[in-house]
């Protein structure tokens, strides 16, 4: 098994006739995932390499399925194609795009949560791979295989360096998630750890944070209240410089947290190994599992 | 809630937070109809004296710099005549206050004060809504008031689909202890806080204090702003207001590229692809026994153009002894990055060596170009410690 994507996935991706749009998908189909459409308002009718392009969310649905979306256009235009897919019944809805505004990326989730029907994955992150099944979005796949390790993180290339160090040491992936950087994600690491937890795929799970939010101090707590299979983390940002910081609100509102020391301190104290190099983690899973075959 | 008093300011060093001046700030609110004082911006002795002459006396001369604890470094002074505003306005000019030199004063009719109150609305990450304080301990330490006093700031968070209710107005006011006669007044100025929070967009709006007169009128004293880079688009009047002058010359060159550069104090420079990526870079190679120059993430889908961009903006900061690239690809092709390189060897014929680790998408097409453009004193390494390894070893080179 895997979680999120896999052979059941249909994708219809917006954006699908920009140049990086193209790209991407055709990567994605050639990587073996099931590319049922695309959406371009006003290129309905033509199709990219022999996948359909159709004018709205609600007539790629309509005529082919799809329950996994992919967003790939410009920062303007991507809470509303999020809204869309969410309206047309996507389940699954997987944005890259990155500079989203705060404010639509806040209304997008806030309107994703009260319905309660999709669920949306980043904005500005890589997508989701499951290695010898599906790839949506641009994780560069080739890197990665099949196994036992589930991968989570909130930084796109940080996500293959990890990765690729886990897989010179042997070990593959069940699924690798990257949930994005940015201020309001749709998926928090406390959400794609619970999958992996009931995942029967997923042996050890990897959490890969970095400075900035709550998220990871959250997760620590998520970790030690539900979590059985071996967590493994790390944290980028201990000599990264301190951000400044205007006003006393933020300072009243998250307290010491968002530094990578306070969130490696959360971390170990809930019984999770926190490696301090891409490569650390990777002997870390060692240690936990054995080497892999 | 337990006191904590290890209070560090790390909000997310590397996001681009547009931060405003007080009295940037006030005009901004006041664009959404919340009651201002009087007051007008000055650079020089001259234009506060006009200024004050205009306004009347008495007045508030007050450092325009976006940091926290002017008052307490001398930057606010009450000035009862002209002499004392050229004496003030000629002391608080070019002043430093936490590192920022004040380059304008605000001239602001001074306040009769009865109370004082704080108010705030911040976009709550972790909860993922606005979150709206208030308390009737305004115009002192906030911070010190939420570690020793936790109750005395009500807190509430706004449905962001729901938006700002009359209700929520009362709910803070009337937990916070306000004084009675001025509990609706107090939460309609909250209602327009939020207006304006939403309207233009921005992730802070603060206001410290938030007083009301003898007279029982109820009016903002101070502003802070934060507003979304991103949505900046939307909003060119706001997008003009960015003050440059507290960048330095590499940062500010790096924005104008659309570049995400952090200056730091060491000698090496870094380039790499991902906020995440070059955090971990800067980490491993501070473990490697090296001190980065830089944090620059050249960002996704990097073209060769902003790689040669990037590269000329490293190496403006004369300290840069050795450049590393640390290049994952993901959206990123590592044969533009390749491209990138070649060309900034065209164009700013670097003199310090580079070590550069390319993995990704296109990287052996990449590694191809680089290969055979034989660059001077260009080094490839294979993985990202390995690389780490070897800049620090060619920056410490004599």
Redesign the interface.
């Known amino acids: 098994m895997s979680i999120l994507v896999g052979t059941e996935t249909r994708l219809c991706v917006s954006g699908i006739t920009g140049r ?1 749009g193209t790209f ?1 998908t055709l990567r994605n189909r050639e990587y073996g995932t099931s590319v049922v459409s695309g959406v371009t308002p006003g290129k309905g009718g033509q199709s990219v390499e022999g996948i359909p392009v159709f004018d709205t969310f609600h007539s790629a649905v309509a005529e082919t399925a799809a329950n996994t979306a992919m967003i790939f256009v410009p ?2 235009f991507a809470a509303d194609s999020i809204l869309e897919a969410e309206d047309a019944g996507i389940e699954l809805i997987i944005a ?1 795009t ?7 990326e ?2 997008a ?3 994703i ?2 319905n309660g029907r999709a669920r949306l994955i980043g904005p500005n992150c ?1 997508g989701v791979l499951s290695p010898g099944k599906a790839n949506v979005g ?3 796949a080739a ?1 990665f295989k099949q196994g036992n390790v589930g991968l989570v ?9 990890i990765g ?1 160090e886990l897989a010179q040491s042997g070990f593959g992936n069940s699924t690798i998630v990257g949930i994005g ?1 940015d ?2 994600p749709g998926t928090d690491f406390i959400d794609v750890i619970g999958l992996f937890q009931d995942d029967p795929e997923t042996e050890l799970i990897v959490m ?1 944070g ?6 990871e101090e ?1 997760a620590a707590d998520f970790i030690a209240a539900h979590v059985t299979k071996p967590v493994l983390a ?1 944290i ?21 947290k ?2 990578a020391a ?1 969130k490696e301190e959360a971390l170990e104290a809930k019984g999770v190994r926190v490696g ?4 650390q983690v990777a002997e870390l899973a060692v240690s936990l599992l054995g080497a892999a075959a | 809630m337990a006191a ?1 008093r ?10 681009r ?1 547009m ?1 405003l001046l007080e009295y940037q700030g006030k005009q901004l609110f006041a664009r959404h109809g919340i009651p201002i004082s009087p007051g007008k911006p000055a650079r020089t002795v001259e234009a506060a004296v006009a200024a004050a002459d205009e306004i009347g006396y008495p007045c508030v001369v007050k450092a325009q710099v ?3 604890g002017r008052g307490k470094a001398g930057g606010i002074k009450l000035a009862d005549d002209p002499g004392e505003v050229r004496e003030y306005a000629a002391a608080i000019l070019g002043m430093d206050i936490g590192g920022l030199t004040v380059n304008e004063v605000w001239i602001e009719l001074a306040s009769d004060i009865a109370s004082e109150y704080y108010a ?7 909860a ?4 709206v ?1 208030l308390s009737t301990k305004g115009g002192m ?3 010190a008031v ?1 570690d020793e006093d936790p109750d005395a ?1 009500a807190r509430l968070h706004v ?3 729901l938006g700002f209710q009359s209700f929520h107005g009362r709910r803070l006011a009337f937990e916070a202890g306000v004084d009675a006669d001025v509990v609706r007044p107090v939460g309609a100025m909250l209602a327009q806080l939020y207006e304006a929070f ?1 309207a233009e ?1 921005a ?2 709006v ?1 206001v ?1 204090p938030l007083i009301v007169t003898p007279e029982r009128v109820v009016r903002v004293l101070d502003a ?1 702003v ?1 507003l ?1 880079d ?2 900046l ?2 909003h060119p009047e706001n997008a003009e207001l960015r003050d440059s002058s507290a960048e330095d010359e590499q940062e500010q060159m790096a924005r104008e590229r659309g570049l995400t550069y ?1 200056k ?1 104090d060491g000698d090496i420079g870094i380039l ?6 070059v ?2 870079t ?3 190679v ?2 490697a026994g090296g001190r ?1 120059a830089n ?1 620059l993430d050249a ?3 990097s073209k060769a153009e902003a790689i040669t961009s990037a590269v000329e903006v490293i190496l403006s900061d004369p300290k840069v002894k050795a450049v590393l690239f640390n ?6 092709r590592c044969d533009e990055v390749a491209k990138g390189l070649i060309e900034a060897f065209e164009v700013v014929k670097p003199t310090v060596p580079f070590v550069v680790r390319l ?3 296109n990287d052996v097409e990449g590694r191809r170009l680089l290969a055979e453009a034989k660059l001077p004193n260009v080094h490839a390494e294979s ?3 390995g690389a780490a390894k070897k800049v620090v070893e060619l920056a410490a080179a004599p």
């Open positions: 990086e991407h920062p303007v890259i990155e500079g989203i505004p705060a404010h639509d806040l209304r989730y806030s309107v949560k009260k890589p641009i994780i560069p890197f993180s909130r930084s796109g290339t940080l996500t293959y360096q690729n950087g201020p309001v890969c970095e400075i900035g939010g709550d998220a959250r790390y980028a940002g201990f000599t990264a410089p301190p951000g400044k910081t205007m006003g006393h609100a933020g300072a009243i509102v998250s307290g010491s968002g530094t306070a301090r190099t891409p490569t | 904590d290890t209070r560090i300011r790390i909000h997310y060093s590397l996001d937070p931060d976006q940091i926290g705030s609305i911040v976009f709550d990450r972790s993922k809504a606005p979150l304080m330490d906030i911070e939420a700031i449905d962001p689909l939403i967009e992730t802070l603060e410290n802070k934060t979304d991103n949505s688009f939307r952090v730091l790499g692809n991902g906020a995440g990526l955090m971990s800067l980490d491993v501070a473990l980065p944090f960002g996704g889908g290049i994952f690809g993901g959206i990123t993995d990704g998408t993985t990202m410690d």
